[in-house]
């Protein structure tokens, strides 16, 4: 008989509890659904993030793009890498974004800037430095303080010394720095790759050089840089300009309405 009563003794206090627990869950569950019933939903606007870059919130430093630093360079195939550069100063020139050219010793030992660079900026002689860190030479920081962006775009080679170096300094003293991961290069495929991802642990944020002219025409109807543009992507950018070439010549074409 005693071990009767106590069975059911358990069996009562096991029902307890398991009631006990429901109603705890229970009141738990309606407390979160009140409290998300009574949270406003969030109101999304047609405005762009303050992250995306725009003709007028940066400036551009090329650094190094030079023939002695090509032939080092491994990271990426250079007819591709002069193809990149080129569009990439193309687009900055399109969109009037201050850009700054800097060479380290050009006349004793790299070479001059690549000729397609100085093709779209003839009038701006590069600042040609003897320090490997760009932010070191005072005439640079100068150059990039005048135009008074508080984002910089860094493309440049080698990656793993004249981009890092440059980008790191920047980031230290308050910039927003993006670095361009094709149009840059290092000595080897794991140089290139080991210095964006300690950029990117900085703060550093990569994008590629067809992502930056994109990015600043951002709306098709933006009707005063749409042929520049398309043109740039045309000369420069691959299967992507080939379809625009086609889309125009087969229909007329286009993005904008």
């Not at 969109?95 to 001059?112: D, H, I, R």
């Not at 300094?169 to 720095?177: L, M, N, T």
Request: hydrophobic share 40%.
């Amino acid at each position: 008989m005693k071990k009767i009563i106590s069975n059911r003794i358990t069996t009562l206090a096991l029902l307890t509890a398991v009631v006990s627990t429901s109603a705890f869950g229970a009141t738990l569950i309606a407390k979160a659904e009140t409290v998300g019933a009574s949270s406003p939903a969030i109101q999304a606007k047609a405005v762009p993030s303050s992250k995306l870059l725009t003709p007028t919130n940066h400036t551009l430093l090329m650094i190094d793009h030079q023939p002695q630093m090509a032939f080092g360079t491994s990271s990426i195939d250079i007819q591709v890498l002069r193809n990149n550069v080129t569009g990439l100063a193309k687009a900055a020139k399109a969109f009037k974004v201050p850009t700054v050219l800097t060479t380290v010793a050009a006349e004793s030992f790299s070479g001059p800037i690549f000729p397609e660079i100085q093709a779209v900026f003839p009038e701006q002689q590069p600042i040609d430095r003897t320090t490997m860190n760009a932010w070191e030479d005072q005439r640079v920081v100068d150059k990039v303080n005048s135009y008074g962006k508080k984002k910089l775009v860094v493309s440049g080679l080698w990656t793993e010394v004249c981009d890092l170096s440059a980008v790191l300094s920047a980031i230290d003293q308050g910039y927003e720095v993006y670095i361009v991961t094709d149009t840059s290069g290092g000595v080897t495929e794991e140089a290139h790759d080991m210095a964006i991802e300690r950029m990117i642990q900085a703060g550093a944020a990569p994008i590629t050089w067809e992502q930056y002219l994109l990015e600043l025409q951002r709306d098709w109807a933006r009707s005063e840089t749409y042929k520049a543009t398309t043109d740039i992507a045309k000369e420069h950018g691959g299967a992507y300009g080939l379809g625009i070439i086609y889309s125009q010549e087969m229909f007329g074409g286009s993005e904008g309405h």
